[in-house]
């Protein structure tokens, strides 16, 4: 079969490398890809947005399956104008991906099938969101409705910060996507990130992650994309996994279908772990970046036949095997993100710092520019790898990360601390 993957992250790199040995792939194409990715995939420089370029490269390349990684074009409906030029395409349509395009959605899909979730309302301006905020107190959830890539939540210190954030969303500050705002109970608990492939009635289970969001040791600091994850999450143990089954992920596909908006491709349930049990915070309806590139590490069965099974609704006699070892990547990232930084500066050592044992290299935001390997995005490296357990996966991949010779990155050298703690505590 002849494959095309869209997007250009890491997560795009991880998918590209497990789909690139499997049996059925003859030719895989990645859109745009990037540096790594282009190690594993024939790259194309593809403007995703553009539907029409899109089908037509699948037509002139006999294109059979397409893989969607990014949100942007599922929520814009590339899998309905796909399928609808005969392109069978992994992933949600329109109106199913309304669950990671619409937070408000959501919420009210939770309400109305008792999934469990923070307690919320919806608002469409600010007067009587400020005036709900200051009956609730503090602490408090804001979000803006739409897709604002990780800028659209704020947990306000106070009065003032809630009214300025629910003014700046109002004002247009995240575009479209603050038209709307749904203001939540704060959750207390631990959170995991929970995978389940779809086939717009069963769900399979796939893996549990847990990635650390903010961009400074000891987990501190702004927000970003994602600064590293390891898998399996200690918090998802076998009761809790199947709590997430059975009260959250089933009642959702359900929910979908009896709306006529099946859901089919990979939902990744954002959860809270708290004292009651596990809580939706979000949906969203593709594969996590960071947490992919681990989870691909732990995967040992071909997963291209487990996404065509998603797409032809055939996952019910399905099973997909893992290996038991855990799996770490740490992210490096461009000196100054999550804020401003430099793009182009040269990164040396990769080679030998892909010979560690266990260690798989994925790139994030690279460009080949003569024959070396430049960071070209905040997010530019996954060193990921695998190991018995955490710890020694968090080994392996800091000893490759030595030898990356790249003055302009940094790294958190702290990723997957829980994990260790309790690896070490146990003894
Ligand atoms: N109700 C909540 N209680 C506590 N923390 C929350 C809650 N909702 C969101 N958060 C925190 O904010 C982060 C981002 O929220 P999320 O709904 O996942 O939005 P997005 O990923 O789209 O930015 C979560 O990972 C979590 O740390
Ligand atoms: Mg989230």
């Known amino acids: 079969m002849n494959i095309l993957l869209l997007g250009s992250g890491g997560r795009e790199h991880a998918l590209a490398w497990k789909l690139a040995s499997s049996t059925l792939t003859d030719r895989l194409f990645c859109a745009p890809g990037n540096a790594g990715i282009a190690q594993e995939a024939e790259c194309v420089a593809l403007d995703i947005t553009d539907h029409a370029a899109v089908i037509a490269f699948c037509k002139a390349n006999t294109i059979d399956f397409v893989v969607v990684g990014p949100e942007g074009p599922l929520v814009a409906g590339v899998v309905d104008d796909l399928e609808a030029a005969g392109l069978k395409t992994f992933g949600p349509t329109k109106s199913a991906a309304r669950l990671e395009g619409s937070k408000g959605f959501t919420k009210d899909l939770c309400r109305a099938n008792a999934i469990p ?88 289970p796939l893996a549990s992650a847990q990635d650390h969001k903010r961009v400074g040791e000891g987990d501190t600091g702004p927000n970003t994309g994602g600064m590293g994850a390891y898998s399996p ?70 997963f291209l036949p487990a996404l065509i099974a998603s797409r032809d609704g055939q996952l019910k006699s399905f099973d997909l095997r893992w290996y038991p070892d855990a799996a770490l990547t740490v992210v490096m990232a461009a000196k100054g993100y999550p804020g401003d930084y430099e793009r182009g500066s040269a990164i040396e050592g990769l080679e030998e710092a892909a010979q560690v044992q266990g260690v798989e ?26 190991g018995k357990s955490v710890s020694e996966a968090q080994t392996r991949a800091y000893q490759a990360i030595d030898r990356i010779r790249w003055p302009k990155g940094f790294c958190r050298r702290d990723i997957g601390w829980q994990a260790v703690k309790r690896e070490t505590s146990a003894g």
């Open 361 to 386: 290299i994925f790139h994030a935001g690279t460009k080949a520019v003569g024959g070396r390997i430049t960071a070209n995005g905040g997010r530019v490296l996954n060193v990921s790898a695998q």
């Open 233 to 302: 999450a200690p918090v998802m143990t076998p009761e809790m996994t199947a709590r997430t089954m059975n009260e959250i992920v089933v009642p959702t596909l359900r929910a979908m279908k009896a709306m006529g908006a099946p859901f089919k491709g990979v939902l990744f349930a954002g959860l809270m772990i708290t004292k009651e049990g596990p809580k939706l915070i979000e949906y969203n309806v593709r594969f996590g970046d960071p947490e992919t590139q681990v989870l691909m590490l732990r995967l040992m069965s071909d």
């Open 117 to 204: 979730t923070a307690a919320y309302e919806r608002f469409t301006s600010a007067e009587p969101a400020k005036a709900y905020v200051r009956r609730q107190g503090m602490p408090i959830v804001i979000k803006a409705d739409g897709l604002a890539a990780g800028k659209g939540v704020v947990i306000p210190e106070g009065m003032p910060e809630a009214e300025a954030a629910i003014d700046m969303m109002f004002g247009g500050g995240l575009g479209q996507a603050g038209a709307e705002v749904v203001i939540e109970e704060f959750l207390v608990g631990e959170e995991a990130s929970f995978f389940a492939l779809c086939d717009g009635e069963t769900a399979i």
